[in-house]
């Protein structure tokens, strides 16, 4: 099973950034789609952005312009860099496979927008 670790996340102004990235130590994500998630106090975890493994990313309609998501899979490695961050966009923030979840959840990492 694919262990998958985030980082970067912290508290950040509104209007301010942040990046987050995700890897899974010991393996890759073979061909999947990948995609970032996020899980607001009290709410369902939501998609927000995606990659597929040649790099066509899409990103949901309230981010789009604001993120931006991107994959190195020579190291494996999957980003997210954030922008004009909004309070609402408090969360944790999750990788995982997209369409199906097919990797074990990571941790997540806090990102927490402060006004």
């Known amino acids: 099973q694919v262990q998958l670790v985030e980082s970067g996340g912290g508290l950040v102004q509104a209007g301010g950034s942040l990046r987050l990235s995700c890897t899974a130590p010991?393996?890759?994500?073979?061909?999947?789609?990948m995609g970032w998630y996020r899980q607001a106090p009290g709410k369902q975890r939501v998609l927000v952005a995606s990659?597929?493994?040649?790099?066509?990313?899409n990103c949901a309609a309230s981010v789009r312009g604001r993120f931006t998501v991107s994959r190195d899979n020579a190291k494996n490695m999957l980003s997210l860099e954030m922008k004009s961050l909004i309070p609402d966009e408090t969360a944790v923030y999750y990788c995982?496979?997209?369409?199906?979840?097919?990797?074990?959840w990571g941790q997540g990492t806090q990102d927490t927008v402060s006004r």
């Open positions: 995982n496979t997209n369409p199906g979840t097919y990797y074990n």
């Open positions: 010991g393996r890759n994500f073979d061909f999947y789609t």
């Open positions: 990659t597929t493994y040649i790099g066509n990313a």
